[in-house]
Every structure is written in structure tokens, then in C-alpha cells.
């Protein structure tokens, strides 16, 4: 999200706005079964999730994603951090990976059902085995491409290995991570409906299916807008965990936003001929340029 | 202080060798600068010397030690200063965060870190991360790292080729001033003759595969200055050796 | 990419769970059911796989629908909440459903007629097509001591729901007392061997398939209700069978054929079906046939509604005047 001002909050809201409008105005005029107004589906959604439904259904289905999520990413970074150091394992288990990976968590759902039943732990099984790829992939691909100029620097300081992995490696390796982490979430929660379309007995995902085949439509689309909360509550907490976490990888790819006094401070030693203009021209760059290497900074721009 | 003695690297067996029979010393508190062509294996050399890479042949002794992996009283200064930098973090952070794997208590490193800030001119910049720094301030940062280390003997890589040339002269100005006050040893490599001649109070001329082609005394008077000195006759006949020595053509390589 | 979640989360509900939802109901035919006199009228229809669809394949195999004058393009659905949708919108002239799918159906408001009488199970308790089954060494031995626990059905919100709680209610519990859980038929008796869930309704031929694995039947939840209660229905929309009275008659006829000529002689029946579906000739000739009328039967509907509304599937009983054509 853009760190914005309140015009910009204002200007968000529009468009969704409009389409809301513009929803409730077609529903009511068209009358269609499949697609009631607004009115009707609030009136569910309150009905459902305000609140009596929360501890029952949300409750659950939230638990659930959330523990497949941190198993995911667990081991993802764990066997990433491995992968990426050990070339020899990495080409050794590449063929079997990415076969794992190519398979679509829902043609799962009989293998889990019979290895796990009908409980809790299938479902975040699925989670977490579909969750799992963008995390180990993106920690892979973060672990090997730390700057070799770091890792050099680090041994000639003659900085033990366990401290080069942990202190050197992973903090070069999270912005990555962290990409691989936000595919993983959204991931996460869409797993988290779809486990719950077979074999369940409570959860979001299986009201808005018992609505369907009860041809509650208003409460199937209730529980569907909830969905859709859900995720952009999920995708906005974690923006602001990953900001507080990598505020370092923003400042230095100069992905800040508007110009902070920290960005001011950028310029230290007056320039012979610095003009407003070139000072804008220079901070923009700084925000459009990617970081040829993560962890790194253009050394360009310093001159 | 620093051996070595005929050291050489050959990368692919059976390939061309980037060093061959490397034969010099530097003495206690010395100030070496060492200069060659692009491609010589300067940057190979450094890294046998830093004990990065093992060497094919021929043995490196500092202090009458034996070099087998990254020695304890050696710091390496890198070319590229802001990749050997820690973005994730502020700079005083930077300096001391080789400071607690050489067995420091963290009152002792937050000393050194001061003390080396402070001699590099950026006591107060510790709070700020590398990324807000310019490309001149960060080399500091990556000194004063290596300052607080306490190393006998400073290992540095072309390290003010990527700065304009004014805020070279200063940092030039800065180490000899380090270089005095610390009374350590530094191995200094550039590919800038007048830096080299400006410098030091030898320089080994390299040639390709890495080795010692001549040495040359820089009889200069101890005290340097940007100005004067380069003024001095002496000194323009200094640079004009050493680019002879580096132009001339070498019958003595394999 | 910061709305992806909720983009995500929302396409994956919509996707999975409004399959064929059309936005026009009502819609109705494709036009296919005009004009009888010319040639045979082609009809859409999807039914459950297994017995349902299994009757379908038959009729069209043996020509009774030919002869009716009706080319019918019978294709495999994925049950009774998914069909309807897809009939609403115009992608099938003719849904095969179970009743209580319907009957739900229809009293949310949507305008279906029932031409035709689907699967119904037969008169014969032994020969029921659906059974409660536990596992062989399981010290269950009737539904009484189930409560509590959770039993595995197919599809939620169906007829299991009705003729387990009436079973239920029948050994002295609450029509509630049980948790059904939703799991396919094909992975139901691995589940009840593992012992996720303590019972399951199945129907043919997975009831003899299980049997074969040593699960045990411990009750007859369709006869329990009534012996010969129908089961299955076929559906048009409203529209459909105003504007299109010969097409209904048509397949009409072809239904009723078909399910005589099944009751007259069910070993032809049992002999045709491994080449209509995946079964093995041994397994064909073990499984137990439903019961076809062709003609809706009254009571059952009245039955199952009465049911629906007390366990509160409905709210009130739908008018089956307006809803029984056939």
C-alpha cells in the first residue's frame, strides 16, 4: 500500500464505492435469484458474522490458516536457507521439488483425507503444502543471491559460519523472503476455503457451501464478502509488519514514498552545483531504479 | 611483518596461472602501495593474502605465522564499499559487528566503534544507516570498521577508486593520518600511479601473473601534503619511474 | 498486488461455489424444445453419477427415448446444489436431483417443475441402495450409538440429512444428535475404516465395494423412511414447460419406458451397466438395484417435506400442486 495522505484515502474510496452503487442499483432492478441487493446480503453478513458465527466458523477456519501458514513458512526458510547454501543437495533435490510443487493442493484432497481423515489436520496440511513453495523458493533465491562481497567480508572479519548464516545470510536474504512470505498468505487463505469444501464440519469456507446447496444465496455471498475482508485484513497487517521489519530495504532501494527527512538527509556534503531540480531528479531515480542486488546500493548515485 | 614468498594460483589445472612466484615483504608500520594494470591478478592476490582463497604454491607469513584461511590481525578494506556494508544496519552497527565474534564485551566494542568513528570524522553518524550516507562517508564507515578491529596490518583494495577525485584526496590525507596515529602496517593496491607515488613509502610494481616486477623506494619527505608535495620534482620523477615500470615489457614472467 | 488475498479469496469462493450461476434466471431452454413435428427434440440433461445417470444411459441405449422423440444428451453432474443452478441458467434443459435439493429449491423461490419420478429405492428393505455402514469389527451395531459422533455423507443438506434423522428419531434421539461431515463417496469407506468418522451413508456400488473391504451395514436409512421411497426427481423450469409442453411430454415417455422396462427385466439392466459405467461384471451382478416409477410419488414428497420443516431445512411446506407436473 501507498503510504498516502487523506486526499488519497479519499480517492481509494471511490471506485468502490461506485461499484457497490452501481451493484445495488442492477440487483434491484433485475431481481435475480443468484444475485440479491445489498440491503439483503448485509443484512446476512450481520445476521452471520456480527458476530454469532465468529467463534464457530471464523475462529476455526482462521486457526487453521494460520497454523498451515507458520508451518509453511517455517520450513520454508528452514530448507530454504539449507537449499540455497548446499548447491550439491539443492541439484540433487531439484527434480523431486519442483514436481511437489507442481501440484495443485486441491487434487490433494483425497491423499490428505486418507492420510490425515477429516479433521483439522488435513486441512491445515493442505494449507501449509500449498503454502509452502513461494516461501522455500523466494528464501532459495534470497540465500543465493547474497552479495558474495558480503560474504566475503564477513569471513575475512573471521565471523564463525552459524554467525555468517544467521546474521549475515538471512537478514540479506528477508526482503526476498518476505515477497515469498505475501504470495504465501494469499495462498494460505484460499487453501483455507477450499479445504474446507470437503470433509468439514465448521469454517467460512464450508458456511458459504452449506449456504450454496441450501440455495441461501444472500448468505452464500455474506460469508463471500467476509472472504474478501479476510484476506485484505491479512494483506494490510502484513504490509505493516513487513515495513516496521525491512525498514532498512526500503530506505536503501528508495522505496520510501514521499521524501521523509531521513530521504533529505541522503545529499551530506554540498554539491558544487546542486539545483532544486536536480535534487528531484535524483531522489525519483532513486525511487524508480531496482536494487541490482538485494541488500546492496547503487553506488552511482553517490558520486 | 608480512611474508610471502613465491606464491602462486592457478585456478583451472592445467590453465594459466593469475599469480606466479609473488615474492615481497612489508615491513612493521610500513606503508606499501602496490600498483599494476588492470587484469595483473591484483584482486587474486588479495584474496590469497586475505587468506579468502589458498594459494597454489608458496607459503605467506604474517608475524611469523603461517596464513591458512583469514588471519586474526588483518583487515581487509573492499573496492566496493557499499556491498561490504551492512544495510540492515546504522553505521555504528557496521563497525562494531565484527567486534563481538573477536571476543569483545559490548562496553569494549561500543568503545572502539566510538574511537574509530571519531577518528574517520563521522562521530556522529552513528545512528544513520549506510544507504544515507554518501559514497565517500560509507568508505569511512568501512575503515573505521576496520580501524576498530585493532589489526596489525590493513589489506586495501583500490579502496578510493569509485570516489571523485576530491573527496579522494581527503580520504587519502585521512588514512596517512590513521596510518601514523595507529601505527599499523598497510598494503595498499591501487591502479592510480600518483596515489601509489602520493602514498606510500614503496611501491611494488606488479606485473602479469601476479608478480613482484620492481620495487621502488618513494624517498619523499615523510610529511605529505596534496599540494606540495606533487609540486616536488622528485615527485614527478617518482611517477614517471613507475609508469615506466609498469609499460615495460617483462622477460622474467614464465 | 496488495489486494491479491482478497481478490484471490473471492474468486476462489465464486469460482468453486457459483459454478454455472447465469445472470438470467429463468432463462430457461436453448430453443431446442421447439417444434416436436420435425424431427426429434434434443434435450440437456445432468444427473448424478452412479445409478441416476446410469438410468439415463440406459433409456438412451435401448432407444426409449428415440422412440419418444427425444435426443437426450445425458452428462454426469456433481450433485443436486450444483445442477439447479446450471438448469436456472440456461445450460440444461432438465436437472436430475435429489427431492430434497428441490424442494429447498424451490421454496427459496425458484420456479422448478417436477416432470418426472427419479431413482427410488427399492420396496425391498434388503435390496435398499443405500446403507449405514461401519466398519466390520466396530461394536456399533445401531444408529443409537452413534450420537454424538460424526457420520460422513455425501453431499450436505440432501436426503441423508432427512433419513438420518428420522432414523435418529426412531432409536429414541434428537434428529441432530449426530455430526455429518461432507465426504465423496469414493473416499467415504477409507474414512470410515481409519475411524475419522464412526459411520457413513453410502449408496450402491460403493456399498458393495465397501462390504468387500469388510465394512458391515448396520441400517437401511432410505427404507427406514418409507420402503420404496423416491429419491431422486427430474426438474425443468417453469418457463420451459410452458413454452415447451411436447418436449415434456416426450420426455415423459421416455422415462416411463425406461423405468418399465427396467422393473420387467432388471438382469438386462444389471447386464448393460458394466458398459454404461465403471463397473466390473462381479460387481455388477451383486449390487442392488434401485426402483424407477417414472411417475413422482406423492407420498414420498409429503414425507420428506414434513421432515424438512421440522429438522428446519425449510421454512414451510412447498405447494406440490404447482410443483409436479409428472
Not at chain 1, 552545483?273 to 541490482?292: N, Y
Not at chain 2, 581487509?76 to 553505521?91: E, G, K
Request: with cysteine; charged share 20%.
Amino acid at each position: 500500500m501507498i503510504r498516502a495522505r487523506l486526499g488519497d484515502w479519499a480517492l481509494a474510496l471511490v471506485v468502490p464505492l461506485l461499484l457497490l452503487v452501481g451493484y445495488d442499483l442492477w440487483a434491484r432492478g433485475a431481481g435475480d435469484f443468484f444475485f440479491p441487493p445489498l440491503s439483503v446480503i448485509g443484512g446476512n453478513f450481520a445476521d452471520d458474522w456480527l458476530f454469532e458465527r465468529v467463534p464457530t466458523d471464523l475462529l476455526p477456519s482462521l486457526a487453521r490458516m494460520l497454523a498451515g501458514y507458520a508451518i509453511a513458512v517455517a520450513i520454508g526458510v528452514v530448507a530454504g536457507m539449507v537449499l540455497g547454501s548446499l548447491r550439491t543437495l539443492a541439484i540433487a533435490l531439484d527434480p523431486v521439488l519442483q514436481f511437489l510443487r507442481a501440484l495443485p493442493p486441491p487434487t490433494l484432497i483425497p491423499v490428505s483425507l486418507l492420510v490425515f481423515g477429516a479433521g483439522d489436520s488435513a486441512k491445515i496440511f493442505l494449507i501449509a503444502l500449498g503454502a509452502l513453495w513461494p516461501v522455500l523458493l523466494n528464501t532459495v533465491d534470497g540465500v543465493r543471491g547474497v552479495d558474495p562481497t558480503v560474504l566475503d567480508m564477513a569471513r575475512s572479519y573471521r565471523i564463525p559460519a552459524r554467525a555468517r548464516l544467521l546474521r549475515v545470510v538471512l537478514p540479506a536474504a528477508l526482503p526476498r523472503i518476505f515477497a515469498g512470505a505475501r504470495t504465501a498468505l494469499a495462498i494460505a487463505i484460499i487453501l483455507m476455503v477450499v479445504s474446507e469444501l470437503v470433509g468439514a464440519s465448521n469454517g467460512v469456507g464450508h458456511t458459504v457451501q452449506l449456504a450454496q446447496r441450501g440455495f441461501n444465496i444472500p448468505e452464500m455471498w455474506a460469508g463471500t464478502v467476509l472472504l474478501g475482508l479476510v484476506g485484505f485484513a491479512f494483506n494490510a497487517l502484513f504490509v505493516a509488519v513487513e515495513r516496521r521489519a525491512l525498514g532498512w530495504h526500503h530506505g536503501s532501494t528508495g522505496r520510501g514514498g514521499a521524501p521523509t527527512r531521513r530521504t533529505r538527509l541522503r545529499r551530506e556534503r554540498p554539491r558544487p552545483v546542486l539545483t532544486p531540480t536536480r535534487t528531484a531528479v535524483a531522489v525519483e531515480s532513486a525511487a524508480a531504479g531496482p536494487a541490482p542486488t538485494e541488500g546492496s546500493v547503487p553506488d552511482a548515485r553517490r558520486q | 611483518m608480512l611474508v610471502v614468498s613465491d606464491l602462486s594460483k592457478t585456478y583451472a589445472p592445467g590453465g594459466e596461472p593469475a599469480m606466479a612466484g609473488l615474492d615481497f615483504t612489508v615491513g612493521e608500520r610500513e606503508f606499501v602501495c602496490i600498483v599494476g594494470s588492470s587484469g595483473c591478478g591484483k584482486t587474486t592476490m588479495l584474496r590469497c593474502l586475505s587468506g579468502l582463497i589458498p594459494p597454489t604454491e608458496g607459503s605467506i607469513e604474517l608475524e611469523g605465522r603461517a596464513v591458512q584461511g583469514p588471519p586474526e590481525d588483518m583487515a581487509y578494506v573492499f573496492q566496493d564499499y557499499s556491498r561490504s556494508l551492512l544495510p540492515w544496519q546504522t553505521v555504528a552497527g557496521n563497525v562494531s559487528f565484527p567486534l563481538k565474534y573477536k571476543g569483545l564485551s559490548k562496553a569494549e566494542a561500543a568503545a572502539a566503534t566510538e574511537e574509530a568513528l571519531a577518528a574517520v570524522g563521522l562521530a556522529d553518524r552513528g545512528r544513520s544507516y549506510p544507504w544515507q550516507l554518501s559514497g565517500g562517508m560509507q568508505q569511512r564507515v568501512a575503515i573505521a570498521r576496520a580501524l576498530a578491529y585493532k589489526p596489525r596490518i590493513l589489506l586495501m583494495d583500490e579502496p578510493f577508486a569509485s570516489v571523485d577525485a576530491q573527496t579522494r584526496a581527503e580520504l587519502e590525507d585521512l588514512l596517512l593520518d590513521i596510518w601514523r596515529r595507529f601505527e599499523i602496517t598497510v598494503l595498499f593496491v591501487t591502479h592510480d600511479i600518483d596515489e601509489a607515488v602520493y602514498l606510500s613509502q614503496r611501491v611494488l610494481v606488479l606485473h602479469k601473473p601476479a608478480h613482484v616486477f620492481e620495487a621502488i623506494d618513494v624517498d619523499l619527505p615523510a610529511e605529505r601534503d596534496q599540494m606540495d608535495t606533487k609540486k616536488l620534482p622528485r615527485f614527478g620523477e617518482l611517477r614517471s619511474r613507475v609508469l615506466a615500470s609498469l609499460r615495460a615489457p617483462d622477460t622474467t614472467s614464465a | 498486488m496488495t489486494t491479491w488475498p482478497r481478490i484471490g479469496a473471492a474468486m476462489a469462493a465464486a469460482a468453486l461455489l457459483i459454478s454455472g450461476c447465469g445472470s438470467d434466471s429463468g432463462s430457461g431452454g436453448s430453443g431446442s424444445g421447439g417444434g416436436g413435428d420435425d424431427g426429434p427434440i434434443t434435450l440437456r440433461v445432468a444427473d448424478t453419477n452412479g445409478a441416476p445417470l446410469y438410468f439415463l444411459q440406459y433409456g438412451i441405449q435401448e432407444g426409449f427415448f428415440e422412440d419418444a422423440g427425444v435426443t437426450l444428451e445425458a452428462t454426469a453432474s456433481s450433485g443436486g446444489a450444483t445442477v439447479i443452478p446450471q438448469l436456472v441458467s440456461g445450460d440444461l434443459d432438465i436437472a436430475g436431483s435429489n427431492v430434497v435439493s428441490v424442494l429447498i429449491a424451490s421454496s427459496q423461490g425458484l420456479p422448478l417443475k417436477m416432470v418426472a419420478a427419479g431413482t427410488a429405492t427399492s420396496e425391498e428393505p434388503e435390496q435398499d441402495f443405500s446403507a449405514l455402514m461401519v466398519p466390520g469389527d466396530s461394536p456399533i451395531a445401531d444408529i443409537s450409538q452413534l450420537e454424538g459422533q460424526k457420520v460422513a455423507v455425501n453431499t450436505l443438506r440432501n436426503v441423508n440429512d432427512i433419513v438420518l434423522g428420522n432414523m435418529l428419531e426412531d432409536a429414541g434421539l434428537s434428529f441432530d444428535s449426530v455430526d455429518l461431515v461432507e465426504i465423496p463417496f469414493p473416499d467415504m469407506a477409507a474414512a470410515i475404516e481409519s475411524g475419522d468418522v464412526a459411520a457413513g451413508v453410502l449408496i450402491e456400488p460403493f456399498i458393495t465395494v465397501a462390504e468387500q473391504r469388510g465394512l458391515k451395514i448396520i441400517g437401511r436409512p432410505y427404507s427406514d423412511l418409507k420402503p420404496g421411497l423416491q429419491i431422486g426427481t427430474y426438474v425443468m423450469t417453469e418457463q420451459f414447460v410452458n413454452e415447451n409442453p411436447d418436449a415434456v411430454e416426450a420426455f415423459q415417455e421416455g422415462v416411463q419406458a425406461t423405468a418399465d422396462a427396467i422393473a420387467e427385466d432388471p438382469e438386462a439392466f444389471r447386464q448393460a451397466l458394466p458398459e454404461l459405467g465403471d463397473i466390473s461384471p462381479e460387481l455388477a451382478e451383486k449390487v442392488r438395484i434401485n426402483l424407477w416409477r417414472g411417475e413422482t410419488d406423492r407420498e414420498s414428497l409429503e414425507l420428506i417435506q414434513e421432515l424438512m420443516v421440522e429438522y428446519e431445512l425449510i421454512e414451510d411446506e412447498v405447494d406440490l400442486d404447482e410443483l409436479v407436473v409428472g
